[in-house]
């Protein structure tokens, strides 16, 4: 089992920078890949970004590819969603999740509760 919980999220103006955090609980953290999805209002939830268990292999929806930066410290037990140059579209639900590496929310059984990131024009 992991619990996850995420943390960083705001209200930033467009082009401004945010970082959340994931924060897992549970010995088997470093098994896991790790994910970030979101979910705006009406739409439904959406891969941003994925980190193999290691560290060594991310990926990234082609919408943040050179702005967004996945990455973990498996000491830490802890995920990052590192955002630049934020647009108003990127204004979602963040969710990171705990799984298989994929850009398919059901190839992650665990899930954290969200954090809201509101990005203004």
């Known amino acids: 089992q992991v619990q996850l919980v995420e943390s960083g999220g705001g209200l930033m103006q467009a082009g401004g920078s945010l970082r959340l955090s994931c924060a897992a609980s549970?010995?088997?953290?470093?098994?896991?890949?790790m994910g970030w999805f979101r979910q705006a209002p009406g739409k439904e939830r959406i891969f941003v970004a994925a980190?193999?268990?290691?560290?060594?292999?991310?990926y990234y929806a082609d919408s943040v590819k050179g702005r967004f930066t996945i990455s973990r410290e498996n000491d830490k037990n802890t995920i990052y969603l590192q955002m630049k140059s934020l647009r108003p579209e990127d204004t979602a639900v963040y969710y990171c999740?705990?799984?298989?590496?994929?850009?398919?929310?059901?190839?992650?059984?665990?899930w954290g509760q969200g954090t809201q990131v509101t990005v203004s024009s």
């Open positions: 980190i193999t268990w290691s560290g060594s292999s991310t």
């Open positions: 549970g010995r088997t953290f470093s098994r896991y890949s």
């Open positions: 999740a705990a799984g298989n590496v994929a850009a398919v929310a059901s190839e992650y059984p665990y």
